[in-house]
């Protein structure tokens, strides 16, 4: 089955670091753009950041400098490294992978980060 499993929230305070990890089932990996998205209650969810099959990365703006997406082939898994975090990065973040022939988009369950002191 089609399965997306992000990992790795949880809460950390401002300025510390966390890594996030997606691993991916029942889909061509290799073949997918890969991203971040995050969301807070009654918002829009919204790109952090993403990464083709080809290695090209894009940054949303608020996390460039401090995010870094970055993919395993071999071990079907996405990862955001999440440095000096703020708390309005407070959100739940989930997996996306998009096929880059069909466009087909699926989605992981979201995994919870806090920041606070």
């Known amino acids: 089955q089609v399965r997306l499993v992000e990992s790795g929230g949880g809460l950390v305070q401002p300025g510390g670091s966390l890594r996030l990890s997606c691993a991916a089932f029942?889909?061509?990996?290799?073949?997918?753009?890969l991203g971040w998205y995050r969301q807070t209650p009654g918002n829009q969810r919204e790109l952090v950041a993403s990464i083709t099959s080809l290695g090209d990365i894009t940054y949303a703006d608020f996390v460039k400098g401090r995010f870094t997406i970055s993919r395993d082939n071999a071990k079907l898994t996405v990862y955001l490294q999440m440095n000096s975090v703020k708390p309005e990065d407070t959100a739940v973040y989930y997996c996306d992978a998009e096929c880059q022939y069909t466009k087909t988009q699926r989605w992981g369950q979201g995994t919870q980060v806090t920041i606070s002191s």
């Open positions: 029942g889909i061509v990996f290799e073949t997918n753009t």
